[in-house]
């Protein structure tokens, strides 16, 4: 808490140093509803996706490339428009989360 300056959560499932930490005020729907996202990214090769709202469960884990990325050094999560087909109204535009990482053997990877 900011205001406060006091911790008011720990993300436990990490196994070696976090490196990057990615929030989006998005909300993203799964299978329980709506939530607000933080991913993490560690040297331990995964980035995981934490809900803030519901007391720190963790929502999905991928598993970074073992023999070619050494760890994850960086991440940023995107939100890119995609125009729906046959709409001519600018009000059905959809957004896509990407996701993109760097990793510690130089590597650059996007998911979406």
Wanted: hydrophobic share 30%; proline share 1%.
């Amino acid at each position: 808490d900011i205001r406060s300056g006091q911790q008011i959560q720990i993300f436990n499932g990490h196994k070696d140093y976090v490196r990057a930490v990615e929030y989006t005020p998005s909300v993203i729907k799964n299978s329980s509803g709506n939530s607000n996202v933080i991913c993490s990214g560690s040297w331990d090769n995964t980035i995981r996706f934490w809900d803030i709202r519901s007391n720190k469960n963790e929502l999905y884990v991928l598993k970074g490339n073992d023999t070619e990325d050494g760890g994850i050094w960086c991440l940023k999560l995107l939100s890119l428009k995609k125009k729906e087909k046959n709409s001519g109204n600018t009000k059905n535009i959809a957004y896509d989360l990407n996701l993109c990482y760097g990793s510690n053997n130089g590597f650059i990877r996007v998911w979406g």
